[in-house]
C-alpha cells in the first residue's frame, strides 16, 4: 500500500500536480494508514468524493456587517447516509494522549462548523457527519 501512495506521488510530480517540496513532504505510511481505517474505507466506497474544494461563506457579524470567509475544503464524500466532511490535519499528537488528541480537535471546531455551513448551502443537503483526521495519530475525531 505504502508503495502505491508513493507511485501515486511520483505520477503527480511528473504532472505538476505536486512540487518537489510538496511531494518530500508526504507521509506514504499517514496515507496508506488512513486508507486502512474505517473511515478511509467508507470513504473509498462513497457515491460522489469531492475533494479540495474552494469556497466563499458570507459570515454576519450583525444585521449590517459581516465578513467573506475563503478557503479549501479537504474532503466530503457522499454515501447512503448523507454528506460526510473530512478535514485532514498534520498536526502532532502522542501516541495514546486522548486528552491531546480531544484539545486539538476542539481548537478546530469553528473551522469545521464553517466548512459544514459552506458545503449545505452550496449542496442544498445536510452534512451528517464531520471528521478532523489526525494523520500523524492515525486517529479520526467526529466533531
Same mark, same amino acid.
Request: aromatic share 10%; hydrophobic share 35%; with cysteine.
Given at each position: 500500500?505504502?508503495?502505491?501512495?508513493?507511485?501515486?506521488?511520483?505520477? !503527480?510530480?511528473? =504532472?505538476?500536480?505536486?512540487? *518537489?517540496?510538496?511531494?518530500?513532504?508526504?507521509?506514504?505510511?499517514?496515507?496508506?494508514?488512513?486508507?486502512?481505517? =474505517?473511515? *478511509?474505507?467508507? !470513504?473509498?466506497?462513497?457515491?460522489?468524493? &469531492?475533494?479540495?474544494?474552494?469556497?466563499?461563506?458570507?459570515?454576519?457579524?450583525?444585521?449590517?456587517?459581516?465578513?467573506?470567509?475563503?478557503?479549501?475544503?479537504?474532503?466530503?464524500?457522499? =454515501?447512503?447516509?448523507?454528506?460526510?466532511?473530512? =478535514?485532514?490535519?498534520?498536526? &502532532?499528537?502522542?501516541? *495514546?494522549?486522548?486528552?491531546?488528541?480531544?484539545?486539538?480537535?476542539?481548537?478546530?471546531?469553528?473551522?469545521? *462548523?464553517?466548512?459544514?455551513?459552506?458545503?449545505?448551502?452550496?449542496?442544498?443537503?445536510?452534512?451528517?457527519?464531520? &471528521?478532523?483526521?489526525?494523520?500523524?495519530?492515525?486517529?479520526?475525531?467526529?466533531?
Amino acid at each position: 500500500e505504502e508503495d502505491d501512495v508513493k507511485e501515486q506521488v511520483r505520477k !503527480m510530480t511528473e =504532472d505538476g500536480r505536486l512540487s *518537489g517540496e510538496e511531494a518530500k513532504a508526504v507521509n506514504p505510511g499517514w496515507i496508506s494508514r488512513f486508507f486502512r481505517s =474505517d473511515l *478511509g474505507r467508507r !470513504m473509498l466506497q462513497a457515491q460522489k468524493i &469531492y475533494r479540495e474544494q474552494e469556497f466563499l461563506l458570507w459570515q454576519p457579524h450583525d444585521e449590517e456587517t459581516g465578513s467573506i470567509v475563503q478557503g479549501i475544503i479537504d474532503c466530503f464524500f457522499e =454515501d447512503g447516509d448523507g454528506l460526510v466532511l473530512i =478535514d485532514y490535519k498534520t498536526d &502532532y499528537i502522542p501516541a *495514546g494522549d486522548e486528552e491531546a488528541l480531544q484539545a486539538k480537535a476542539e481548537h478546530y471546531r469553528r473551522q469545521l *462548523g464553517i466548512y459544514r455551513q459552506a458545503i449545505e448551502e452550496a449542496c442544498g443537503i445536510p452534512v451528517s457527519e464531520c &471528521y478532523l483526521y489526525f494523520l500523524s495519530a492515525g486517529k479520526a475525531v467526529r466533531l
